[in-house]
């Protein structure tokens, strides 16, 4: 990691500290809490919409990758500051949707219309850039949504997108390094440092939550990084490697309750990481063991990113498999040892 590199990690990581230090009072003077129902994880009243914070780190780091690029190259640096600024701008008007649920002003359809618009105009300004056609913008478009909405789904225990986001910004900048895409790496930087510096505040006994607002904007942040990788012709493997036990925990569950007719839109507590934590394993420890097994996905996904999609590099990629089963079947497991439920603050 270079000097800027490091820059940019801790300005982001301060930022989004000091935001929230200046923002959590004033959202709890608002009333923008979370307060406990049957369906929640936690039992005090928290701060919600904090992830606002994280946003804040995130445009500041940004800007200074904006900056340097300036400086570096003049007047010829500004094409290259194209990608922040779409970066910045999705990552955005994805909070600001996020933020509307806080404040509970938009209705579920609102939401999906504005999510929709914005990943197609996104996909559409990405296919202006490179040469993707029209099956491509809605392939990205739908993946956009469905990403965003999965980081929504699964945060739920505190921690757990936090840490997530900081292990999947850390992957995409090796990636972004290792391909030498500085840009894409600086930015995935930003991620990492501005969930790293909201952590403490989402850490144990919460003092706030990221909210949809945290959500949205994570998965926008997470969203934009990846297509950008794709069109720089990274292996799909190395892109979905940090995000696979998300997408997997809400894709089985969603089909799960199809099979046993529930209703999918109303609220529930039945995804992989709530039945671990209701097994009676605390908050920090479930957070903690999906960013292990996060880790493990990227780290099997290394030759992939060295060598391709070869026959060689096939066998690391079984050993997704095996992660996943254990992820599934933990809840299970953890319930056998001891059959009396257990769900700690």
Known sequence: MNLLSLVIFVVAAVVTTVSALIAFPLLRRAGVVDVPSHRSSHTQ????????????????AT?????????????????????PIGFLVLTWCYSAIGMSDDLDSLQPIGRLVGQVVLAVVFSACIALFSTQGIAHII?????????VNAVNF???????????????????????SWISESDVMLLSLALAGAAAGFLPFNLGRAKAFLGDTGSYGIGAAVFAIAVWL?????????IIAPMI?????????????????ENIFLPHRHHIYQRIQQAGWS??????????????????????????????????????????????????????RSP??????
């Open 245 to 261: 036990f998300v997408l997997f925990d809400v894709g089985l569950t969603l089909v799960l309750r199809l099979f046993k007719g």
């Open 154 to 176: 699964v945060d739920g225990l505190n921690g757990y997108v936090t840490t997530w986001s900081i292990i999947t910004g850390a992957w995409f900048a090796f990636v972004g």
């Open 45 to 60: 009243s928290t701060v919600r919409g904090g992830g606002v914070a994280i946003g804040c780190g995130i445009t500041a």
């Open 139 to 147: 392939a990205f478009a739908i993946i956009g949504v469905t990403l």
């Open 283 to 336: 908050h920090g420890r479930v957070s903690v063991f999906h960013a292990a097994l996060s880790v493990l996905a990227c780290i099997l996904a290394v030759p992939t990113l060295i060598a391709g999609n070869t026959a060689a590099t096939y066998p690391a990629h079984v050993f997704w498999a095996g992660l996943l089963a254990l992820y599934a079947f933990l809840p299970l497991w953890l319930r056998r």
């Open 63 to 83: 800007a200074l990758v904006m900056i340097w690029n300036l400086t570096q190259h003049g007047v010829y640096g500004l094409g290259s500051i194209v990608l």
């Open 230 to 238: 794709f069109v720089l012709g990274v292996p799909i493997v190395v």
């Open 340 to 345: 009396a439920e257990v769900v700690p603050a």
